[in-house]
Each structure stands twice: as structure tokens, then as C-alpha cells.
């Protein structure tokens, strides 16, 4: 089994940047790819980055490519998201995941617990 434990939401303005961090534990050797999805109030989950842990590929949401960077450190076994130029539409809660190399939610067996990123206007 593999765990994940995210860090790194808050309470931001229009504008500001923020760091979320993803630690993975326990069956890492089992993991493809790591993504970061996130969850509005009354919407579906939705994709938002995805990286290959063994190769150096990525793959972004529409609506954050060019204001967020997915990135890893295999030592650490973590995942990071940089997220600049927030907007309001970004509040959710984010989730990290571990699986395959895709965008589709069902290619992650495991996910972490959700960390909140509130962008205030």
C-alpha cells in the first residue's frame, strides 16, 4: 500500500503563489506517476497535473498550464506543486495521487487526505 500526505494549503489572494507538497510512504516502488487533482464546493474532481516518477514528462490541466509546475524528488519521494498567478476559481481542495501516468481519476489507487487553497479576490 502506498500513503500519501499532502501540506501546504491556505488562505491566499488573487495573485499570490503557494507550494503544495506530497509525501509518498510505504509501496513507492509500485508508483508510475503522481498527479494533483482538486475538488470545488458542489463540483466534480478534477485533474490538475500529472508527473512521471521515472521519466521526465508532465502533463497540465488546460486552466493552470503556464501558472503551475508539477515537480519530484525521487530521494524524497515527493511531489511538489508550485501554483503562481492564483485566482479565486482555484479555491478547492487539493488532492494528491499515486498511480499511473494519466488524467483519468480512475489510473490512481492511492490518494491523500486533501489539503484546502482558498484564493480570496
Known amino acids: 500500500q502506498v500513503q500519501l500526505v499532502e501540506s501546504g494549503g491556505g488562505l491566499v489572494q488573487a495573485g499570490d503563489s503557494l507550494r503544495l507538497s506530497c509525501a509518498a510512504s510505504?509501496?513507492?516502488?509500485?508508483?508510475?506517476?503522481m498527479g494533483w487533482f482538486r475538488q470545488a464546493p458542489g463540483k466534480e474532481r478534477e485533474f490538475v497535473a500529472t508527473?512521471?516518477?521515472?521519466?521526465?514528462?508532465?502533463n497540465y490541466a488546460a486552466s493552470v498550464k503556464d501558472r503551475f509546475t508539477i515537480s519530484k524528488d525521487n530521494a524524497k519521494k515527493t511531489v511538489y506543486l508550485q501554483m503562481n498567478s492564483l485566482k479565486p476559481e482555484d479555491t478547492a481542495v487539493y488532492y494528491c495521487?499515486?498511480?499511473?501516468?494519466?488524467?483519468?481519476?480512475?489510473?490512481?489507487?492511492?490518494w491523500g487526505q486533501g489539503t484546502q487553497v482558498t484564493v480570496s479576490s
Open positions: 508527473i512521471h516518477f521515472r521519466a521526465y514528462a508532465t
Open positions: 495521487a499515486a498511480g499511473n501516468y494519466a488524467t483519468e481519476r480512475s489510473q490512481y489507487g492511492a
Open positions: 510505504g509501496r513507492t516502488l509500485s508508483i508510475h506517476a
